[in-house]
C-alpha cells in the first residue's frame, strides 16, 4: 500500500487557521514564531483572528496555507512516511518541504516572494478565473483557443477533476467564455472570487520575478517523488523540480492527470495535509476506489 501526501492550494483558508496547532503543540509555535521572523509581520495573528477579506489577500494567503500545511505535517513526523507527494498549485511548495526537497525557511520566502510576484501581476493586468462544470475538457480548450485567437487571452487552467475545469484569463475573456460555454452545453460557468488570472499567460510578468529566486535556492535530493502540477509526472531530480516550479506560474495545474499518475504507480491512500477537504472531494471523483482522508 502506497500513500501519498497531497497538499491543498488558494482557496482553502479559513479565519482560526493553525490556531489550535501553535497553542498545542511546542514545535509547531515555534515554527510559526519562525515564520513571523522570517516574513517580517505577525503572519499569525492574521492567521488566527483575520477577517475572511484580510485572509483573502494573496500575499497572506499563500503564505498561510503554506503555513499551515508544513507546520501540520512537521508535528506528525513520527507517522509522516509519504511513498510520493504532490500539491495543488501553492501546495507544490509544501509538498517540496514535505519530501526534504526545499527547507522550511527556502520554501517560506518563495512563496511569500511568489504571492507578492503574483499580486502585482494581477495589478498590471486585471484578470480572472471562472469554473467551468459538466463539460467536456477538449470543447472547453477549444473555445478557449478561438477567444484567444481573436485577442481576448482565456486558457485552460485547473484541471481539477473529471467536469471540472477552471479557466483563467483577462476580464473580458472570461466573461466571453463564460457564455458561450455554457450555450455549448455547460452547466454552470462560475467566475471565482480570485484576484487575477492564475495559471496563464498573465502571469508572465510574475513567472520572470518568481524565477531569479527560485534559480538561486538550493534543492536537495527529495525523498520520495513530487507529482508536479505542470507534467503530472513523478520527478525526483531537483534539476527538473527547480524547472518545473517556475513553469508552472503560466502552465496549467493538471491535477486530475497527476492523480490518475499517482494511482497507476501505485497510491492506494491519498492524505491531505492542510486547512480544508477540497483535495479529498477531488481525488474521489477522479478515482473513486481510492481511499483519501485527512491527516
Keep these: 500500500m502506497k500513500k501519498a501526501y497531497i497538499f491543498p492550494g488558494q482557496g482553502s483558508q479559513f479565519s482560526g487557521m493553525g490556531k489550535d496547532l501553535y497553542e498545542n503543540n511546542p514545535l509547531a509555535k515555534q515554527l510559526f514564531e519562525n515564520a513571523n521572523d522570517i516574513l517580517g509581520f505577525k503572519i499569525t495573528e492574521t492567521m488566527f483572528s483575520g477577517t475572511d477579506e484580510e485572509l483573502k489577500q494573496t500575499k497572506i494567503t499563500q503564505p498561510a496555507i ?13 507517522d509522516f512516511a509519504p511513498d510520493m507527494v504532490a500539491g ?10 514535505a519530501n526534504k526537497c526545499l527547507s522550511f525557511e527556502d520554501a517560506l520566502k518563495l512563496v511569500y516572494k511568489r504571492a507578492l510576484a503574483m499580486q502585482k501581476a494581477c495589478e498590471i493586468n486585471p484578470s480572472t478565473m471562472a469554473a467551468i462544470l459538466n463539460l467536456d475538457d477538449t470543447i472547453v480548450e477549444t473555445i478557449c483557443a478561438e477567444i484567444t485567437q481573436s485577442g481576448h487571452i482565456v486558457v485552460a487552467a485547473n484541471y481539477n477533476c473529471p467536469g471540472q475545469l477552471v479557466i483563467s484569463g483577462s476580464n473580458e475573456g472570461i466573461a466571453i467564455a463564460c457564455e458561450k460555454l455554457k450555450a455549448a452545453g455547460a452547466k454552470r460557468a462560475l467566475v471565482l472570487p480570485v484576484g487575477g488570472a492564475f495559471h496563464s499567460p498573465l502571469m508572465e510578468p510574475a513567472r520572470l520575478e518568481l524565477e531569479a529566486a527560485i534559480t538561486a535556492t538550493k534543492f536537495n535530493n527529495p525523498i520520495c517523488p513530487v507529482y508536479q502540477n505542470v507534467t503530472a509526472f513523478a520527478v525526483s531530480d531537483p534539476a527538473q ?20 499518475q499517482m494511482v497507476a504507480d501505485g497510491a492506494t491512500q491519498f492524505i491531505e495535509v492542510g486547512p480544508g477537504k477540497v483535495l479529498q472531494g477531488l481525488v474521489k471523483k477522479i478515482s473513486a476506489n481510492s481511499e483519501a482522508v485527512s491527516v
Design 241 to 260: 523540480i527547480q524547472k518545473n516550479l517556475v513553469a508552472q506560474l503560466t502552465a496549467p495545474v493538471k491535477w486530475t492527470q497527476s492523480v490518475q
Design 88 to 97: 495543488h498549485s501553492l501546495g507544490e511548495f509544501s509538498a517540496l518541504v
Design 66 to 78: 503554506f503555513l499551515h500545511s508544513v507546520i501540520l505535517a512537521a508535528t506528525k513526523e513520527s
